[in-house]
Every structure is written in structure tokens, then in C-alpha cells.
């Protein structure tokens, strides 16, 4: 069971860690702060498995890895939005935060409902409402990359032929 942590549109960067905090890659520092000015009380609630939901465009902004390190070191399982800024997505995929698109989801969910995610099945389900949506798949390297727990994780497992 997982508590889900909701946002709207556009929810930048700078929201998620602001820039004042980036002064260390410490993903635990970052997670002290993650969310610090829009829900300060994300830190200290959020716990193990939790997942957050988002309209479109999550993660706009700034190109720094902070902001998906600050979500992951937070404890967060997977982000699912109706959209993500793409530099945002490719940096969540590289530090291994799952990331999921399903079109208006944000319209499905409230804040703080209690829902069961299985991403080894692939599926997102709200008990209360009895409703269950397919998470998308990733292409097989992508999907490497996420259970190895990001692409540095990956590189120090394998070597380079054995990936491709």
C-alpha cells in the first residue's frame, strides 16, 4: 500500500528542490528538502513506497539530476503523470526513478489516497474506487536501467557488450 502525494501542472524544478539546497549531491540532504516551499511537510511525511501523481509537464525547469535524486532519496516508488519535461524524464530514468505516463491520471486520484502499485505487474490500483490502470512498459534497456537502480549502477555491474 502506498500513500499517493498529488500535484498539478507545470510543477517545476526549483519546486521540487530549490536551487538553494543544490550546493550538495547528498541525495539524503536533497530529500530533507525535496518539496521544501510547495508541501514542507513532504519530507517528513513521506514515506518508503509512497508514489506521487501529476498533471503535465512534471519536472520543467532546470536540467540538474537534484530534483529526481531529492523524490527517490525521499522514498518515493515510481512518479505517474500525464506528461513529463523530457530532460526531467531522461534524469529520473539515469539515477533509476521509475517514471510513468498515463494521460490524465491527476483526474483519477486525491491526495493522500491509500493505492497499491506493483510495478513488477505493472499495475496501479485504487481500492477505495476499485479502479486499476496499466502502467506502460519500458523498452528492455530502459528497464535495466530502473532495476539496476540507475545507469551508474548498471555501468559498475556489466560491461559495456553485455548491455547492449
Given at each position: ?20 539546497f ?7 540532504e ?8 510547495v ?11 509512497d ?21 527517490k532519496a ?7 503523470a ?6 526531467f ?5 539515469n ?17 493522500g ?7 513488477d ?25 530502473i ?17 547492449i
Amino acid at each position: 500500500m502506498a500513500r499517493i502525494w498529488k500535484f498539478g501542472d507545470d510543477v517545476n524544478t526549483d519546486e521540487i528542490i530549490p536551487g538553494r539546497f543544490n550546493v550538495t549531491t547528498d541525495p539524503k540532504e536533497l530529500a530533507a528538502h525535496c518539496f521544501f516551499e510547495v508541501r514542507p511537510e513532504f519530507s517528513k511525511e513521506a514515506k518508503e513506497g509512497d508514489i506521487i501523481i501529476a498533471g503535465k509537464n512534471f519536472g520543467m525547469g532546470s536540467s540538474r539530476e537534484h530534483a529526481p535524486i531529492s523524490i527517490k532519496a525521499a522514498g518515493i516508488k515510481a512518479v505517474i503523470a500525464s506528461s513529463f519535461a523530457r530532460i526531467f524524464f531522461r534524469n529520473g530514468i539515469n539515477i533509476g526513478l521509475p517514471l510513468y505516463i498515463i494521460e490524465g491520471i491527476e483526474d483519477e486520484v486525491e491526495d493522500g489516497e491509500i493505492v497499491e502499485l506493483s510495478l513488477d505487474k505493472g499495475l496501479l490500483f485504487l481500492p477505495e474506487k476499485k479502479k486499476e490502470f496499466k502502467l506502460p512498459s519500458f523498452p528492455p534497456f530502459v528497464e535495466k536501467i530502473i532495476r539496476a537502480g540507475g545507469v551508474v549502477e548498471l555501468l559498475k555491474r556489466y560491461e559495456l557488450d553485455e548491455l547492449i
